[in-house]
């Protein structure tokens, strides 16, 4: 596999477009936020009240590159102000670019690579590895990682058997958003199961209000929609063998969860505007269309991740209050949980890189941006209370109750001409099926012939 960090500008431009506004959110409930643990002004060693043992590095310079803009970069900021107080450290912040991989390979080849890199994909630190650019860390780094991350969160930052990747930012992607007042309106229910969100559908549709809309216009959310279909329904080995194209999509389990994902795609009532206006619908759209327009907006639910708090902030509707979040409803027999993610890897192995990647890796490090709003982590042991509102915590712990049947998600781990390209490959022929849902077997032969080509080439 490779990286598909392209795939991922879209949904990192929502992201840290309006990370700034979730931010704010969170200050305006929480006050300042930030880490009230002590520190002994950057001696080294283990402070009072801290979870982890950093050594001196007095005199010693570390630079982290990341694509993060805005209040994500600058609430990064201030973990790794923490990091310097309790270590003497200076550690200067590089803005990338999208994507990160080449911004990197430009920086190699000038000879000056950062000391950490945060990567978004698991490609994207297999194609570090395979340059030679990326650096393992060391025994007291995995030591930090055991103590505070599932084996799932360990496994998909490694590569060849050796851990490169310590994961410190998470996406939860299997939640659907919905407009409280239109639920109430209609006496409808948050769904458990697949059959719950079918009879939801049903009752919003009669109250009057479309049950959804879809994002048909990027492509990428399709992807999604069918990854935790595809989760639940499958489980989680045939995801991975479908995700490492070891099946073909021609099988039956891929047929299967088309057919489901059409019992809601393929009722046109229950999409805003059609398969026609669904196409034409962005991301962002999708979201005011469902928390727009009082008690009739064009829509009562919305599928995405975590993130979408942030877009809904762009409205005047109140997140826990106008606008509430489910689990995506269970399928079969597996609860589905898609996530993305950012890794932190070493690019220039030193004792300060390997204590930066250890302070990422802790309790500490994760607890301070989760207070500050706009972040989630797949470390198990920051304290939910750390989440500043009542949404993040509860999308917080549905991603750590998860344990590791979670799965990364599918189209990211693809070769990009596949899963990561406008207009191509998976986007482009789950766009086509949005139009078409009864066209299952014709989809299936054209994500086979798309897949063979990408994977056989692996681009």
């Known amino acids: 596999m490779r990286s598909t960090s392209s795939n991922y500008r879209t949904r990192r431009a929502a992201k840290s477009a309006a990370a700034l506004l979730a931010a704010a959110l969170a200050l305006a409930l929480t006050g300042c936020g930030g880490n009230d643990k002590k520190d002994n002004g950057g001696g080294g060693g283990k402070e009072t009240g801290a979870t982890v043992t950093l050594p001196k590095l007095n005199g010693v310079s570390l630079e982290v590159a990341a694509v993060w803009t805005g209040a994500e970069q600058k609430n990064f900021k201030a973990v790794l102000s923490e990091f310097e107080k309790r270590t003497g450290a200076k550690v200067t912040f590089v803005p990338a670019q999208d994507p990160i991989i080449n911004f990197l390979g430009s920086k190699i080849a000038g000879g000056k690579p950062p000391d950490v890199a945060m990567l978004p994909q698991p490609g994207a630190i297999k194609q570090a590895v395979d340059k030679s650019w990326a650096k393992p860390v060391n025994a007291d780094v995995q030591s930090e990682l055991a103590k505070n991350y599932s084996q799932g969160w360990q496994d998909i930052g490694k590569v060849g058997g050796k851990q490169y990747g310590v994961y410190y930012k998470a996406a939860n992607k299997s939640l659907i958003w919905y407009n409280a007042k239109v639920f109430a309106n209609a006496g409808a229910k948050e ?239 789950l766009q086509d099926f949005l139009k078409n849902p009864t066209d299952v077997a014709g989809t299936q032969a054209k994500l086979e012939k798309d897949a063979a080509a990408a994977y056989g080439s692996g681009s």
């Open 191 to 429: 769904p458990k199961t697949w059959k719950d969100l079918l009879t939801t559908a049903q009752t919003v549709y009669d109250s009057g209000v479309t049950p959804f809309s879809v994002a048909g216009a990027d492509g990428w959310p399709g992807t999604d929609w069918f990854e935790n279909v595809y989760l639940s329904q499958a489980g989680p080995e045939k995801y991975d063998q479908l995700a490492q194209h070891k099946i073909k999509w021609t099988d039956p389990s891929v047929k299967q969860a088309l057919t489901t994902l059409a019992q809601i795609w393929g009722k046109k009532d229950y999409v805003a505007g059609g398969p026609s206006g669904a196409l034409q619908t962005s991301f962002t759209d999708s979201v005011t269309n469902t928390f727009t327009g009082g008690d009739q907006p064009k829509s009562a639910m919305v599928y995405e991740g975590d993130f979408v708090q942030v877009n809904i902030a762009q409205t005047k509707a109140k997140i826990g209050t106008d606008a509430k979040v489910f689990p995506f409803p269970t399928v079969g027999a597996t609860a589905p949980v898609v996530t993305g993610g950012d890794a932190a890897v070493i690019f220039k192995d030193s004792k300060g890189a390997q204590a930066l990647t250890k302070f990422l890796a802790s309790e500490d490090a994760a607890t301070i941006q989760a207070k500050l709003g706009g972040y989630l982590s797949p470390n198990k042991n920051v304290p939910n209370s750390a989440y500043p509102n009542q949404v993040q915590q509860t999308i917080a712990k549905a991603l750590i109750d998860s344990g590791d049947n979670f799965r990364f998600d599918m189209s990211d781990q693809a070769p990009q001409a596949f899963g990561g390209t406008p207009g191509k490959g998976e986007w482009k022929d």
